[in-house]
């Protein structure tokens, strides 16, 4: 079974460029979840689509982040302008459904740093 | 807030020792309880669960925890290590079944 992939594995930008990652998720899984994860900290979610629905994007930074699921399938992370502190790795990660103690498979992420 | 407390950020160990990685959060409703283990260049995998029921939990490549209510802690162990346990081990509850929180982490440094 192929696990979640996520391009590109590496991104450099300067502050006020604009960014986006890609996420493929696990063919099936309704759950999609954007993660970031600053070094030295946990991941931290962003963003959870339950198939190309929002479900909950109360930490993601609306003013410069975007993100959608077309079709309910891959999605896209959009950064526009970046800044400094968005230096991260952007963990992608879906499960089969959403529920109390869905296993989540996470992709290898993105590391982005804005110079 | 919930929050997930991580005690020790590095713990170095020798290998076929015993290792225990702390994990103590705060919640003031129910929480469910992960262990994460992302090794080197890969994503994070999950290694056990607590949801309800025994208080130790048993995962994958021999590692345990115990849900422990009154101290709020689940901490990980395992009785002997392999260099191959090297990796970054991440503790997570889940308030009422809600989103993920996560722990800053543990490095886990195994030594032959």
């Known amino acids: 079974e192929a696990g979640v992939a996520q391009s590109p594995r590496y991104k450099i930008i300067e502050k006020r460029q604009s960014v986006a990652f890609w996420c493929n998720p696990i063919?099936?899984?309704?759950?999609l979840y954007w993660y970031q994860q600053i070094l030295g900290q946990g991941p931290k979610l962003l963003i959870q689509?339950?198939?190309?629905?929002?479900?909950?994007d109360s930490q993601l930074p609306k003013d410069r982040f975007s993100a959608e699921r077309l079709k309910g399938v891959d999605s896209t992370l959009k950064i526009q302008p970046a800044k400094l502190e968005d230096s991260a790795v952007y963990l992608c990660?879906?499960?089969?459904?959403?529920?109390?103690?869905?296993?989540?498979?996470f992709g290898s992420g993105t590391q982005l740093s804005v110079l | 807030a919930q929050s997930v407390t991580q005690l020790d950020s590095q713990v170095p160990v020798f290998e076929e020792a015993p290792v225990e990685l702390r994990c103590n959060y705060s919640?003031?409703?129910?929480?469910?309880l992960f262990w994460y283990v992302q090794y080197p260049n890969q994503g994070l995998q999950l290694l056990l669960k607590?949801?309800?029921?025994?208080?130790l939990v048993k995962g994958i490549n021999g590692f345990e925890a115990e849900f422990n209510k009154s101290q709020t802690s689940f901490h990980l162990r395992k009785p002997s290590v392999h260099i191959s346990d090297t990796a970054e081990y991440f503790c997570?509850?889940?308030?009422?079944?809600?989103?993920?929180?996560f722990g800053q982490g543990t490095e886990l440094s195994v030594k032959p």
């Open positions: 990660a879906s499960s089969p459904r959403q529920g109390v103690g869905e296993k989540l498979f």
């Open positions: 063919s099936g899984h309704a759950t």
């Open positions: 689509f339950q198939n190309n629905g929002v479900v909950d």
């Open positions: 919640s003031s409703v129910s929480v469910y």
């Open positions: 607590y949801l309800s029921g025994s208080t």
């Open positions: 997570a509850v889940s308030p009422s079944g809600g989103k993920l929180i």
